[in-house]
């Protein structure tokens, strides 16, 4: 098994720009969840979807922020104007059923905003 | 609304003891909790996941249990390894099916 993919690994990018982070979750799994991890604030849930329908989206900061799933195999977490304070971890997690199953978590993405 | 907390401070232990970890929850009661590992540049990894009505879960040298009356679980590595060096976290669910984490507990295992 694969495991979740998120691309890139690493993000550099200049105030302003758009950002956009990509998960592809494991197979036949029904939920997927978008985390910002910082040292300050630990692991922050932004949205969690659920049959590709977002059940959640009261932890994304700001309009800023946006998601999506348009199918199954492929989520985007879109970023646009990004700010130096965005600068964290972003991981993306699957889980067989519902919010409260085991997670499986990818590798995480690693936002930098200069 | 739900809280949970972990010790902040780093626990160092000496190679071989039983390394003990907290996760303290108030406002609400979950039917259950789970314990993650994360090491340094990856994502957090599932362990182990304890229902209300189990006081204690093993597996091979990993004990938790759960005290619904003291709001409180405990993690348990027994014959500690530096390779179990690592933050642990405790995340449970929450009334609006979703999980909630605590910040972690960063575990050094010294030789």
């Known amino acids: 098994d694969a495991g979740v993919i998120q691309s890139p690994r690493h993000e550099v990018t200049e105030m302003g720009q758009e950002v956009t982070l990509r998960c592809k979750p494991i197979s036949g799994h029904n939920s997927l969840f978008w985390y910002r991890q910082t040292m300050m604030r630990g692991l922050e849930l932004l949205i969690y979807f659920n049959n590709n329908v977002p059940i959640d989206d009261s932890g994304m900061p700001e309009d800023r922020f946006s998601a999506k799933m348009p199918n199954a195999s492929f989520s985007t977490l879109k970023i646009q104007p990004s700010e130096p304070r965005d600068s964290a971890v972003y991981f993306c997690?699957?889980?067989?059923?519902?919010?409260?199953?085991?997670?499986?978590f990818g590798p995480g993405t690693r936002l930098t905003v200069l | 609304s739900q809280k949970i907390e972990q010790n902040s401070e780093a626990l160092n232990i000496q190679e071989g003891k039983t390394a003990t970890l907290t996760c303290n929850y108030t406002?609400?009661?979950?039917?259950?909790l789970q314990w993650y590992r994360q090491d340094p540049g990856r994502g957090p990894v599932f362990l182990l996941l304890?229902?209300?009505n189990e006081k204690e879960k093993r597996k091979e040298r990993l004990k938790v249990t759960f005290d619904t009356t003291l709001k409180q679980s405990l993690f348990h590595i027994t014959a500690s390894q530096p390779a179990d060096s690592a933050t642990y976290l405790c995340a449970l669910e929450t009334s609006n099916y979703q999980l909630i984490w605590g910040a972690g507990t960063k575990l050094i295992i010294k030789p």
């Open positions: 304890i229902r209300e």
């Open positions: 997690a699957s889980s067989p059923g519902t919010g409260t199953d085991t997670q499986y």
């Open positions: 406002n609400y009661s979950p039917a259950y």
